[in-house]
């Protein structure tokens, strides 16, 4: 069997924790900033779980799950 390999720009995407959580970045900071307001942006740099759907499609990307 074949080892599975991690899709690099899924690894770069997606950090698991400690407590075996799968953390993403929000979408929405990259660009366009002026018109947000701060707090808004604060809230968006803070990581968020991924949700339950996509769990287990994000550890296969990133090579925890046969």
Request: charged letters at 40%; proline letters at 3%; aromatic letters at 2%.
């Amino acid at each position: 069997m074949p080892k599975i390999k991690t899709n690099k720009s899924a690894s770069k995407r997606f950090k698991i924790t400690g407590s075996g959580k799968i953390m993403r970045n929000r979408a929405s900071v990259s660009h366009k900033n002026m018109k947000k307001r701060g707090r808004k942006l604060r809230e968006l740099s803070i990581p968020q779980e991924v949700t339950h759907g996509d769990k287990k499609r994000v550890k296969r990307l990133l090579g925890k799950i046969k």
